[in-house]
């Protein structure tokens, strides 16, 4: 069955650093997403993207984030200078225009800890 | 006001039980409803789609209702498996750039 893929599964990073979150979405899907949850807290939208930019963002979603499809298969976050707050899982999506875009299929996350 | 809004639990139920899950949602532009699974510390998984006429799948039953914005999950002959939280989803548009907005979820544990 395919699957939404996520790299890496747990990544620390010190406060101020940059890091980037690695996604493979489902190889047909058109629309990409990145949520997070922090720990305790409810699922949280980022990001959608679709045709190469940014359909919509949430507030959560700041200067600080970017999204890329550097290729074909990969859709990456980029967070420029992490702050503690930052701390959450981020889970990536995808799903498929053509059953009417509705449902997201998940990976299985990057655990983000910032310190 | 919270825009999807579920009762955290948890529910403790024995094996072979039924248990039922409600919703609620404010936003009453609201075009699309799902239930998602998460088991702790993993991704949500779409467990269904919820329809305006209610559907079943297996053990599983989905029922809405667009005038109160009222959602609810049963599931009957409750298995040890089933232990998860479950998440209530709404998107606001039939289109695959809305958002997904989630409740917070409600917890399940069946037990032996």
């Known amino acids: 069955e395919p699957e939404v893929t996520q790299t890496p599964s747990h990544q620390v990073t010190q406060m101020g650093q940059e890091v980037i979150l690695r996604c493979v979405p489902i190889s047909n899907h058109l629309y990409f997403y990145w949520y997070r949850q922090i720990l305790g807290q409810k699922v949280e939208f980022l990001v959608s993207f679709y045709n190469n930019e940014i359909s919509e963002k949430s507030e959560i979603f700041d200067d600080q984030f970017s999204v890329e499809r550097p290729d074909g298969s990969n859709f990456t976050l980029k967070i420029r200078s992490t702050k503690l707050e930052d701390s959450a899982m981020y889970f990536c999506?995808?799903?498929?225009?053509?059953?009417?875009?509705?449902?997201?299929?998940f990976g299985q996350g990057t655990r983000l800890t910032v310190v | 006001r919270k825009e999807v809004e579920q009762d955290p639990g948890p529910f403790n139920v024995p094996e072979g039980a039924t248990v039922a899950f409600n919703c609620t949602y404010s936003?009453?532009?609201?075009?699309?409803f799902f239930w998602y699974r998460q088991d702790c510390r993993k991704e949500p998984k779409l467990l269904m789609s919820?329809?305006?006429s209610g559907n079943e799948d297996g053990r599983f039953t989905a029922q809405l209702n667009r005038a109160s914005q009222y959602i609810s999950l049963l599931i009957r002959d409750s298995k040890l498996s089933d232990s998860a939280t479950y998440l209530c989803?709404?998107?606001?548009?039939?289109?695959?750039?809305?958002?997904?907005?989630f409740g917070k979820g409600t917890r399940l544990s069946v037990i032996a």
């Open positions: 936003n009453s532009a609201s075009q699309s």
């Open positions: 989803v709404v998107r606001v548009a039939d289109s695959g750039n809305t958002p997904l907005v």
């Open positions: 919820v329809y305006s």
């Open positions: 999506a995808s799903s498929d225009a053509g059953q009417g875009g509705t449902e997201a299929f």
